[in-house]
């Protein structure tokens, strides 16, 4: 056979840089770039050990994302099924009994020496399919086109929930529901879906939820006072209202301290009392960097993960938190600018899932830290400390501006029409 | 349509980022405020960090059995607040006045009934000047604290600006407030309708009664202890206006500290707080020390930044003021160490009213290790015992050391200037005979070839020595063994001083100290070496080197030093060294032997015991020492003259058994009458010392 023959049906990879150089698009960028090095202060600050490899996984996402910028788009949907199924197929190893427990949850899956959570790649592989069986779709306007779509999210979420992994599960939600509202569906259509599930609530309470899922909710809608009454701990060693801290208390506050900790940590509110001390400890200008009380100390748990943010709260104060919630907004705002821009429809549903996710996600988590929502265990993205949550953040962002590197295929006057 | 959908998704994300903005606003800003009683939100506290220190325990000082030597007494102090103390506890300048004339008064009462027990006039005359002295000395030092009392308080106590509030109690609930006039609101506690009685204000004779509950002392004195303490607590804070508040009192009652805690709005700026004392066996001071509040040097020292350099943790003045400084020997030595590094740690308050606070950890204290001495607790009784009962009532010590790695058993001392006798040096007398016998047998001189020893003798420059006995021809052996001060004494100028300091350094007798942890003196000052003993023979004359022959003249050593030597020529030449803590033991294996001393070790060792068991042997008479298989050396320096009568140091150094040596002593009394030898005064001593070291 001669070589001459053999012609590639699509280039590996583009064929001038120029594209992917344009598609990093610094508006998108700078924000995320800027809150890593956030985290990574943060970090510093609390666990120094662990910065080491949280550059290293850095450095992994953001090759991820190049990559994932190099690689049309157009390819990466055609591959999108089995990727779907083997993630699927992931998931149901995890609950089989394969995967590894991790903090009451099964939620690692190890293969030879690589060990990922199927659960972060499900929220890409769900973004990147519904992007996929969206794009050319007019049908899900109607009720009967929702169901597909609605199987394509709920089997994984199914699935997640099962190891159990509820905050994950929950943030495929809104991404299912604003992928498809952007992309056409009824307001009504989708409103009639809410209300039916939260019709449904009091049987995925007594069904689906494990018991500390519910304790999380229960803690936060009740006041600390019945949680504690409820619980019988806590109020025999509690200082008395009004008594001034007094060097007389300290030894006797020393002494308690590893039994107070105890019960403070099967206490339910416990997670949200400290990290909200924490954040208001920072005042308005902190305490400065490495000066926080509740770094490093353990009083606030998972202070490197997903409560990374009162350790940046404490230290930089409320001027600091604007800052973060405006690179935030700003990084939205690029995502948001890269969906309206994209004109293919797949890549503006990738882009669209991408801002949906990573804003989700970032809301809940700080809403949480700051005592607004229960308790879910949601990594702050670019921020928290663990590799598949930098890999996932950062492929997702690579999808969304995977599409400004190529050109589409598919012209229309109007998205989605 | 999309690019409004999308337009909604952003705006709706952006409104809750600043939902969240405004939560963490009203966290960091809007609730952290000035206190609740000024004014500010019940969760104003919240948010502020407010940091304290935990104290670490002092590390204690154990025998070698275990039974403590230097521990700890839990007990409660009193910390005042004076930005927050009730202005009437305190005394007023005429109270303070009238509590130091009837302590005056008190004292005076107490020297006349002192002063009336004495039997001679010249007793009752020498204990009036010291009364005398005494009390023009707390004369001096009351006026200085009436002054500083004066000064001070317009500015610390009565704050004009401040009316005096008036303490209320409910009724229903007992709860306590207080306000400058009758309580309008409801009572906190209970909720009752206002039913607020008046309560008379405390009185510093409320505080006294209570903390000393009890006591058998007289409510003046009582009184009269806390206004002093009071006065000395503002002088603290004059010199550091930083310290907010300190100990002022220490060792006050459980009960006193839980009842003020309780009735904290009673009085208020008074804060009990734990607080350890420390507790030294008595038998045991002279080795473990003692301990003091820390002062204003302390402070210096503990705070000084180059503590780090030396691998010690820079203290916080807040941390100093409650701890205890060691004073002297093991504590003093040992402070850094016995301290610890106190624990660090941040109170921060729960964001639900009433809820109290949660106390946050930054560093875990370190409490001070404990430390493990060698001393035996019944062995250091008796030498305690041992030394204090000198014939004549004098100054004493007494000294056992463990023969096989140096570890000092017991050392005991009594005198009446409170000094340590066992550590400082005194004039050995014959027991450095020791010395000249190495450096004798180092020079090469046979030990059978024989010295010319008369009764009194005279050196050719005309000087003259005297002998117990007239030996006559007499070697060395037989020298040692009857304590032959003419032998030694020409042996002394024969060898020269080299040979002698060569011989004393192999043998412990150097500059260094010792046992530094004991603050022993150096046998030699480098001051005293290089001018008499090192080397520049053509400076000493030959009666000098005599009298160094035979420990008078210029030689001093220490008992310590003394039973060093004689332990080593009975460990065979091993250069055993004393120590006092377990964690410095030695591998015996590992003790260097020094070739001089281990080559004619065997030959003093049979010559000591010829002292002991030899009918000519200095020591033949004393039969305990025989009992207990001893073998030693007698000493006896003469020290001075009182009225035409020389004043001796009886000393005896021994160890025993002498054909396998496990322990050595040595006893000292020192300026005896003449006619009291080391071996009548001391053998028999030191016979008890070794009979308790073997009966482990």
Redesign the interface.
């Known amino acids: 056979m001669s070589s001459q023959a053999v012609r590639p049906s699509f280039p590996a990879v583009p064929q001038r840089w120029s594209h992917v150089i344009r598609a990093l698009d610094p508006r998108v960028l700078g924000p995320a770039l800027l809150l890593t090095i956030v985290g990574l202060l943060a970090l510093w600050s609390d666990r120094p050990a662990v910065v080491f490899s949280q550059t290293k996984w850095l450095v992994v996402g953001l090759a991820v994302c190049v990559g994932t910028v190099i690689v049309p788009y157009r390819r990466l949907l055609q591959l999108i099924y089995p990727f779907y199924a083997f993630v699927l197929l992931s998931l149901v190893l995890v609950i089989a009994g394969l995967g590894r427990e991790s903090h009451h949850a099964t939620r690692w899956l190890q293969i030879g020496p690589i060990g990922f959570q199927p659960s972060e790649l499900a929220k890409v592989a769900v973004i990147a399919v519904l992007a996929k069986y969206i794009r050319f779709r007019r049908d899900h306007k109607t009720v009967r086109g929702l169901v597909v779509p609605f199987l394509l999210v709920l089997v994984p979420l199914a699935l997640i929930v099962k190891q159990p992994d509820l905050g994950t599960a929950l943030m495929l939600v809104p991404v299912l529901f604003?992928m498809l509202?952007?992309?056409?569906a009824q307001t009504r259509h989708l409103v009639a879906v809410v209300v039916l599930g939260l019709a449904s609530l009091p049987l995925l309470w007594t069904l689906a939820l494990e018991p500390y899922q519910k304790g999380r909710v229960r803690a936060f809608t009740a006041?600390?006072?019945e949680v504690l009454h409820e619980t019988g701990e806590g109020l025999g060693i509690?200082?008395?209202?009004?008594?001034e801290?007094?060097?007389?208390a300290?030894?006797?506050?020393?002494t308690l301290?590893k039994e107070?900790r105890a019960r403070?940590a099967r206490d339910r509110r416990f997670h949200v009392?400290r990290s909200?001390?924490a954040?208001?400890?920072?005042?308005?200008f902190g305490?400065g960097f490495r000066n926080g009380?509740?770094n490093?100390?353990d009083?606030v748990p998972e202070s490197w993960t997903d409560f990374v943010f009162t350790v940046h709260?404490e230290e930089w104060?409320?001027v600091g938190?604007?800052v973060l919630?405006g690179l935030?907004?700003l990084l939205?705002?690029g995502l948001?600018l890269t969906?309206?821009e994209v004109r293919e429809p797949a890549a503006?549903l990738l882009a669209?899932g991408a801002?949906?996710l990573l804003?989700t996600q970032a809301?809940v988590n700080?809403?949480m830290t700051?005592?607004?929502a229960p308790v879910t265990g949601l990594p702050l993205p670019f921020l928290s400390y663990g590799g598949s949550s930098m890999l996932s953040s950062w492929l997702i962002l690579g999808m969304a501006l995977n599409a400004r590197a190529h050109k589409p295929l598919v012209f229309a006057e109007?998205?989605?029409d | 349509m999309y690019e409004i959908r999308l337009r909604r998704l952003y705006i709706a994300f952006c409104v809750i980022l600043c939902v969240i903005g405004a939560r963490a606003f009203a966290l960091q800003v809007l609730e952290v405020g000035p206190p609740e009683d000024e004014g500010g939100s019940w969760k104003s506290r919240a948010g502020r960090p407010q940091p304290f220190s935990v104290h670490p325990r002092r590390g204690e000082i154990f025998y070698a059995d275990g039974t403590p030597m230097a521990w700890n007494v839990p007990g409660y102090g009193l910390e005042i607040e004076w930005d927050a103390i009730d202005d009437r506890i305190v005394p007023t300048v005429a109270e303070f006045r009238a509590s130091i004339a009837r302590r005056a008064r008190y004292e005076a009462e107490r020297d006349a009934a002192r002063l009336a027990e004495q039997r001679t006039d010249r007793a009752r005359t020498n204990l009036k000047t010291q009364q005398d002295a005494r009390r023009a000395e707390l004369a001096a030092w009351r006026a200085e604290r009436v002054d500083d009392l004066g000064r001070l308080w317009p500015v610390q106590i009565v704050r004009k600006d401040k009316p005096l509030a008036t303490r209320w109690e409910c009724t229903i609930c007992a709860t306590q407030v207080k306000r400058r006039g009758v309580p309008d609101a409801d009572c906190r506690e209970c909720g009752a309708l206002p039913s607020f009685e008046e309560l008379p204000p405390p009185s510093i004779r409320d505080l006294a009664m209570l903390v000393w509950a009890g006591g058998d002392a007289p409510i003046e004195v009582l009184i009269a202890r806390i206004q002093e303490a009071l006065v000395l607590s503002m002088r603290r804070l004059e010199r550091h206006p930083d310290w907010k508040s300190h100990a002022f009192l220490v060792d006050i009652s459980a009960i006193a500290s839980e009842t003020i805690e309780l009735r904290h709005e009673e009085f208020g700026g008074l804060t009990p707080m734990p607080r350890s004392s420390r507790r030294v066996d008595p038998d045991a001071r002279q080795i473990a020390g003692g301990t003091r509040f820390p002062s204003a040097d302390d402070v210096r020292r503990l705070t000084d930044p180059a503590r780090r350099d030396a691998g010690w943790h820079v203290f916080d003045e807040r941390d100093v003021l409650p701890s205890l400084v060691g004073n002297s020997l093991l504590e003093a030595v040992l402070d850094d160490e016995l301290r610890g590094v106190p624990g660090e740690g941040n109170y921060v308050y729960r964001r639900e009213r009433n809820f109290g606070r949660e106390a946050i950890i930054t560093r875990e204290v370190a409490d001070g290790p404990d430390l493990h001495t060698t001393i035996r607790p019944e062995l250091q009784r008796l030498a305690m015992r041992l030394a204090a009962s000198s014939p004549t009532g004098g100054a004493g010590a007494a000294v056992v050391l463990d023969v096989r790695d140096g570890a000092l058993l017991a050392m005991g001392s009594a005198s009446r200037d409170g000094m340590n006798h066992a550590r400082t040096r005194i004039a050995p007398g014959s027991v450095y005979k020791l010395v000249t016998a190495i450096a004798v047998l180092d020079s090469g001189i046979a030990p059978a070839e024989t010295v010319d020893c008369r009764k009194k003798g005279r050196f050719p420059n005309g000087v003259r020595y005297t002998c117990a006995h007239e030996h006559g021809d007499v070697g060395l052996h037989d020298a040692f063994v009857g304590s032959c001060n003419g032998y030694f004494a020409q042996r002394g100028a024969t060898v020269g001083a080299q040979a002698l300091t060569a011989a004393a350094i192999r043998l412990g007798f150097d500059t260094r100290p010792l046992v530094p942890a004991l603050g022993e003196f150096a046998a030699w000052e480098p001051k005293s070496r290089s001018k008499h003993v090192l080397g520049r023979d053509g400076k000493l004359w030959a009666p000098d080197l005599a009298l160094m022959g035979i420990g008078q003249s210029t030689v001093l050593a220490s008992a310590v030093q003394v039973a060093t030597a004689y332990a080593r020529i009975a460990a065979d030449g091993r250069l055993v060294t004393p120590f006092v803590l377990q964690r410095d033991r030695p591998l015996v294996a590992a003790i260097p032997i020094d070739p001089v001393l281990a080559r004619w070790a065997p030959l003093i060792r049979e010559a000591a015991r010829g002292v002991v068991a030899y009918p000519e042997g200095s020591a033949f008479k004393i039969r305990e020492l025989r009992d207990v298989g001893a073998a030693g050396k007698t000493g006896t320096a003469e020290v001075g003259r009182v009225r035409n009568e020389f004043l001796n140091n009886a000393l005896f150094v021994g160890y025993a058994p002498h054909d396998t040596p496990r322990y050595c002593a040595i006893v000292v009394y020192e300026r005896l009458p003449s006619g009291r030898y080391g071996a009548g005064a001391a053998g028999p001593q030191v016979a008890k010392l070794l009979a308790e070291a073997m009966r482990e």
Do not use: Q
């Open positions: 604003v509202w952007a992309a056409g006041p600390l006072v509690l200082d008395p209202p009004g008594k801290a007094g060097p007389g300290e030894s006797r506050a020393a301290l107070e403070n009392e909200t001390i954040v208001a400890a920072g005042g308005m305490l009380v509740m490093g100390t009083a709260a104060g409320f938190v604007v919630l935030e907004g939205l705002l948001a969906a309206n503006k669209v801002l949906t804003g809301c700080l809403a700051v005592g607004l109007r998205a989605f």
